[in-house]
């Protein structure tokens, strides 16, 4: 129904006229109000977001362990893959003749 009468009022002539009617289907579509950063709806500013005192400190808490555990398994799985001789890397690749 909207589109019908934002189709409707564009069929204008003239430039003028399609650039009114622009202006005129903007106000027919209503898009929903996006989020609002630093104030309510009411006008009132909203409180200050929490602030994590050690933010850095988590991640490196978080990535260091990670790392070293992934490397851990990779190692094992490497070995495990050598010694069943499912994967031997070739001694061919040394070739500094």
Do not use: Q, W
């Not at 929903?32 to 977001?49: F, I, N, Q, V």
Request: glycine share 8%; charged share 25%; proline share 6%.
């Amino acid at each position: 129904m909207v589109f019908s009468r934002v189709f409707r009022k564009a069929g204008g002539s003239s430039l003028f006229a399609v650039a009114s009617d622009l202006a005129t289907s903007r106000s027919l579509v209503r898009l929903p109000l996006l989020r609002r950063k630093y104030t309510y709806r009411s006008g009132a500013l909203k409180p200050m977001p929490e602030i994590t005192p050690f933010g850095l400190v988590g991640v490196i808490c978080t990535v260091i362990p990670g790392l070293l555990i992934g490397a851990t398994i990779s190692k094992n799985m490497a070995n495990f893959l050598e010694e069943n001789d499912l994967f031997v890397p070739s001694d061919d690749d040394d070739d500094d003749d």
